[in-house]
């Protein structure tokens, strides 16, 4: 079985602010899709000019149009987000009700959740994992849950938890991997793959 096909894998982030934790969670666990060869895009909800979804069946356009291009090219898909009031952030859902079957179903989908409090996000990603399901994606068994936000990245943005390092590159590497065993093979190495993987690497 050849796994060596590169896949692509994006990252969103449902984070708006400036110097975002979420968003450099993404972009770090995006680094471990790389080591795994995939091709990454961080997708910075910040930089998007979103309409509010209404339901409605309108033709996409700008950047709602580009958002589906890029998810919907995607073989894998880690969303990020902070956790307000116990769920994801308002920017990651209206993204994602932007979106639908065509861009999640059968991908491999990581999650992490981002807090300054002790929760980590859990609740946020909890949902999220629903989310996933419903839209016929493989949420991957782990997940990294990120409390006490602003003690794990320095003033410049990098990860000095080595712990929580390991663990965003881990998320990162096993979407990618799964993502390519997905692409190449439907037999029982994808998985045994699955059913070998750690529930919450670091998480203990």
Sequence with gaps: MDTRKQVTVVGISGSLRNGSYTTLATAEALRGAEQEGAHTHLINLSEYDLKFCNGGDDEPTGDVLKLQKLVGAAQGIILGTPEYHGSYSGVLKNALDLM?????????????????????????????????????????????????????????????????????????????????????????????????????????
Excluded: C, Y
Excluded at 115 to 135: D, F, K, P
Excluded at 176 to 203: C, I, M, Q, T, Y
């Design 100 to 204: 639908g079957f065509k861009e999640f179903e059968g991908k491999m989908v990581g999650l992490l959740g981002v807090s300054g409090g002790m929760m980590g996000g859990l609740n946020a990603m909890n949902e999220l994992r629903s989310v996933g399901r419903t839209l016929h994606a493989w949420v991957i068994p782990g997940q990294v849950a990120i409390p006490n936000a602003s003690a794990i990245f320095d003033k410049s943005g990098n990860v000095i938890d080595k712990k929580m390092n390991v663990s965003l590159i881990k998320l990162g590497q096993q979407v990618a991997s799964f993502s390519k065993l997905h692409l190449v093979s439907r037999d029982r190495a994808f998985l045994k793959a699955w059913e070998e993987a750690p529930l919450n690497p670091g998480g203990d």
